[in-house]
């Protein structure tokens, strides 16, 4: 118990870094997503080429992958990044990908009638997503969003091969260092802590939607 308080200080200090990943991510990637969802709505091909080709690549290729590409590959061209911020951009554009597809089954979801009413009640585009649709798509792929928000926790985790010190690089570090697993179970115990949190969270926010039912 001695050792687990000695090391305790560095790994909380790690789990801020990563709870700071996990919150950018999801400020950033969520409104990404939704802006991605309705662009892809627009009759145009090439937007639509593009924007299916983003996806296509976001999704089919490792989030480690794209890790190690923004951090190594993109200074071979001179875009350089710090490691945090390389690290939070290769996780938005990621997770961006898999809400734009989330949030464009929702809106596939809603009734074409939805939108006639809008017509007839003589709603501006902007008032129509904002007032009708929009509300209408959160209710339906709220569960599909948690569930992608849980990922993000544990994925926050790949950050380490960046050098970030987040809280499985402090724990892999105390571990290395003393010979010990006792930090990796403890990292395991706060992974589960903040899913849990996330999870009670999802249920609550899922019960406050209730009324667009």
Not at 109 to 123: N, R, S, T, V
Not at 205 to 212: R, W
């Amino acid at each position: 118990m001695s050792y687990v308080l000695e090391v305790l200080p560095a790994l909380l200090n790690g789990a801020v870094v990563t709870l700071q990943v996990f919150f950018i991510v999801i400020v950033l990637s969520i409104p990404l997503g939704i802006v991605l969802a309705f662009l892809m709505q627009i009759k145009f091909k090439p937007l639509n080429w593009l924007l299916t080709l983003y996806v296509w690549i976001m999704r089919g290729t490792p989030l480690l992958l794209q890790l190690i590409f923004v951090y190594y590959v993109l200074p071979s061209v001179g875009i350089v990044f710090d490691r945090l911020p390389a690290a939070i951009l290769a996780f938005t554009l990621n997770y961006a990908a898999y809400f734009a597809e989330i949030f464009r089954g929702g809106i596939l979801a809603i009734p074409k009638g939805q939108y006639e009413a809008a017509k007839m009640l003589k709603l501006s585009p902007f008032q129509t997503i904002r007032y009708i649709i929009l509300p209408q798509v959160v209710k339906i792929v709220l569960p599909s969003i948690f569930n992608e928000i849980i990922n993000l926790v544990k994925d926050s985790s790949l950050v380490y091969v960046l050098g970030v010190g987040d809280l499985l690089l402090e724990s892999r570090t105390a571990a290395n260092r003393d010979a010990t697993l006792a930090p990796m179970f403890v990292a395991g115990a706060i992974y589960l802590i903040l899913v849990g949190v996330v999870t009670v969270a999802s249920k609550h926010i899922e019960k406050k939607f209730n009324y667009y039912k």
